[in-house]
């Protein structure tokens, strides 16, 4: 049982270079996250999409755009990348849709960490 | 904006020793969770704790959620190098958000 699978592991960028990191889940969850995690600051939520065909911006969207392919593939995608933007990023989903998140885990991948030189 | 600062910051500790974390804010939350994040994986939830005042006990592990829903406290008993991560609180505010803490490092020395 795969759960949340993230892909590449590890990527190192240029400033300006764009990338998409891949996420997919096996778990049939229709809600679905993109966190970064920062040294001191914990996970916080970049966006998220509580279904298949939506998409809603989370604490820091600024610089990343996501793509809901279909129930189980949610996409981040960085089109200039930023030194700011070096960090690990997780994706998660949940059964329960973001609004009921207190009462449901967050199944978490892997992570990608990123550098941005 | 709702903070929830978790303390110490890093821990480190002998196999069998106790310890407690903590996780503080000045915000009223709806719910407590703990995650556990070991190295080179994403977090795992642990526990949720919804009413002031509760107690959950998961083996070695002892959850409280404070009275006043504005706190909670992880102690380990007799901790092990299997216990080695990151533990991470993440509280459920009034608008139905999660918010994570600042994280606490631990390492178990054998």
């Known amino acids: 049982n795969a759960g949340v699978t993230q892909t590449p592991k590890f990527q190192v960028l240029k400033t300006g270079q764009s990338m998409t990191l891949q996420c997919a889940q096996d778990?049939?969850?229709?809600?679905m996250y993109w966190y970064r995690q920062d040294p001191g600051m914990g996970l916080r939520l970049i966006y998220y999409?509580?279904?298949?065909?939506?998409?809603d911006k989370g604490e820091v969207p600024n610089g990343y755009n996501v793509s809901r392919l279909n129930k189980r593939e949610f996409s981040l995608r960085l089109e200039s990348a930023a030194p700011s933007q070096t960090s690990v990023y997780f994706c998660?989903?949940?059964?329960?849709?973001?609004?009921?998140?207190?009462?449901?885990?967050?199944?978490f991948g892997n992570g990608t960490r990123l550098t941005v030189t | 904006t709702q903070l929830l600062e978790q303390s110490p910051q890093f821990l480190s500790i002998q196999e069998g020793e106790n310890l407690t974390v903590y996780c503080n804010s000045s915000?009223?939350?709806?719910?407590l969770q703990w995650y556990r994040q070991e190295p080179g994986e994403g977090p795992v939830l642990l526990v949720t704790?919804?009413?002031?005042?509760e107690v959950k006990k998961l083996k070695r592990l002892t959850f409280q959620f404070g009275d006043a829903r504005k706190d909670s406290s992880l102690h380990i008993t007799a901790a092990q190098p299997g216990d080695t991560g990151l533990y991470l609180c993440?509280?459920?505010?009034?608008?139905?958000?999660?918010?994570f803490g600042t994280g606490t490092l631990l390492a178990v020395q054998p």
């Open positions: 915000s009223v939350f709806s719910s």
């Open positions: 993440a509280g459920g505010t009034a608008t139905n958000k999660l918010i």
């Open positions: 998660a989903s949940s059964e329960r849709p973001p609004t009921q998140l207190y009462n449901s885990p967050l199944h």
């Open positions: 778990m049939n969850h229709n809600s």
């Open positions: 704790v919804v009413t002031g005042g």
């Open positions: 999409s509580a279904s298949e065909g939506t998409t």
